[in-house]
């Protein structure tokens, strides 16, 4: 059954127009995805000639680009890593996706992460990539965290992830994880206090799961672990210090996404 399609959110005078976008893998995944979303692109002398393809296909669109100085590509791109190419593009557009719809995509096959209040790009970025790596078929945020997916260094830090995968925008998280349990999903939340540990897990052999992670400090919240119908701790294989609590979100995610994908 293929995914029903998400409902484009309707435009609004907060939501950015337009996204600025920096990293050699970044622009191109961009580029390769949405090309025609391209407004300006800016680049090192050094770039030149690895882009020069590129170029002629812009001179002949009439898209604007220009050849400036490492400093002005850190001025245009707030980032000391642009790696010579800084690039705007219009901004993807932010979906939302509906209880009906959601209930829909719970009979389907695959893995998709949750995220609950995990707003720092950079760890933001690292989870797209790891999903984009491991197959996973896309990322479930609340409307709250469309900032922070949006931003140049998300994009930076994912190295196309965030141009592969799928981004649904929920208004209430929990609501929609418990729209997903009702209909038949499998929606596993990870806890590092849950006595259940990720390596015991069994999980049916059908329909979605979901992986859900918390921000750094305060984890899955209440309300949306309430609404999981799994929670899982990861262990070490062998622990002789507990020195260190718990992991980086985006590492936790690493472990967790690699065993649920490998089980699909």
Avoid at 15 to 36: E, F, I, K, N, Y
Avoid at 65 to 93: K, M, N, W
């Amino acid at each position: 059954m293929r995914p029903p399609l998400p409902v484009p959110l309707p435009p609004t005078p907060a939501a950015p127009t337009s996204q600025t976008l920096c990293g050699w893998h970044a622009v191109h995944a961009a580029l390769a995805r949405r090309p025609q979303a391209l407004r300006r692109l800016f680049f090192a002398q050094e770039r030149m000639s690895a882009l020069r393809p590129l170029l002629t296909d812009l001179a002949q669109a009439r898209v604007a680009y220009r050849c400036v100085t490492p400093d002005e590509l850190e001025r245009i791109s707030h980032s000391h890593a642009h790696q010579g190419i800084v690039a705007v593009f219009d901004a993807p557009p932010a979906v939302q996706i509906q209880a009906p719809a959601l209930a829909q995509h719970a009979q389907t096959r695959g893995v998709w992460l949750a995220l609950d209040g995990v707003e720092n790009p950079h760890n933001l970025g690292a989870i797209a990539r790891t999903a984009a790596f491991l197959g996973v078929a896309g990322l479930l945020l609340s409307q709250a965290q469309s900032g922070p997916w949006l931003s140049t260094a998300a994009f930076r830090v994912a190295e196309g992830g965030l141009d592969q995968l799928p981004v649904w925008l929920v208004q209430d998280l929990s609501q929609a994880l418990r729209t997903l349990v009702k209909a038949g999903a499998q929606v596993v939340a990870l806890d590092h206090r849950s006595p259940q540990s990720l390596r015991d897990l069994v999980l049916q052999d059908k329909g979605l799961r979901v992986l859900v992670a918390g921000a750094e400090e305060a984890g899955v919240s209440p309300p949306v672990l309430a609404a999981c119908s799994h929670r899982v701790a990861i262990d070490a294989a062998q622990v002789t210090t507990r020195t260190v609590e718990s992991l980086n979100v985006a590492a936790a995610v690493a472990i967790a996404a690699a065993r649920m994908t490998a089980a699909v």
